[in-house]
């Protein structure tokens, strides 16, 4: 029986680096489980128009930052648009193993064999490889991994590793000094090979 290694919660948002600033604030409040959902339900900090999206886009974000120590919650609130973007590359990476996958075995693939795009028949196949790996995805269903799929499309753009989601050409990736700099001092092995391995 395969190791369950993936789960679809990236289905809930991309990036969000907007509303990641503000999520990121609230955990530097040191805000516990009750009084973080008074702020997103209650006070609406995410300004958004139903509570039900409120929660849902919290709670992604939320289960993204805690596994990374405070520096990057402080990059992401603080930091430039730049900073704040790939550090929320890094924290979707270490949430879901499989972007971190895709970037470490497609997209590096891709820049050395000197292809120009990615393309969702890339993603596909990768995605039948998935389901060898860990037994449960095959058990998605298909609006979920085809929502999963433009989920992962629009973060590549966001972080600027394809310019579009419509071209999916792919460019030139840096990892800024400052966020490997965080990343060699918190021991963020997998998300750094991740972003090493496209550079």
Not at 21 to 29: E, F, Q, V
Not at 49 to 69: D, F, M, V, Y
Not at 124 to 134: A, T
Request: glycine residues 4%.
């Amino acid at each position: 029986m395969s190791e369950q290694l993936y789960h679809g919660e990236i289905v809930a948002g991309s990036l969000l680096v907007n509303e990641s600033r503000k999520i990121a604030g609230l955990l530097l409040k040191g805000l516990d489980e009750k009084e973080f959902y008074r702020e997103v339900l209650v006070l609406n900090v995410l300004q958004k128009r139903s509570p039900a999206s409120a929660k849902r886009q919290a709670k992604l974000i939320r289960n993204r930052l805690l596994p990374l120590h405070q520096d990057f919650w402080g990059m992401i609130r603080e930091g430039s648009h730049e900073q704040s973007t790939q550090a929320l590359l890094v924290a979707s990476i270490v949430h879901s193993r499989l972007l971190g996958d895709f970037i470490k075995q497609v997209i590096q693939l891709q820049i050395k064999t000197f292809q120009k795009q990615v393309s969702y028949r890339d993603w596909d196949g990768f995605f039948e490889e998935c389901k060898q790996r860990d037994a449960s995805v095959a058990a998605w269903t298909e609006s979920t991994t085809k929502k999963i799929r433009q989920v992962v499309f629009r973060v590549l753009a966001e972080a600027k590793i394809i310019d579009s989601t419509r071209s999916m050409t792919l460019i030139p990736f840096s990892l800024l000094p400052e966020v490997k700099e965080l990343l060699v001092r918190h021991e963020e092995s997998y998300a750094l090979e991740c972003l090493e391995a496209i550079q």
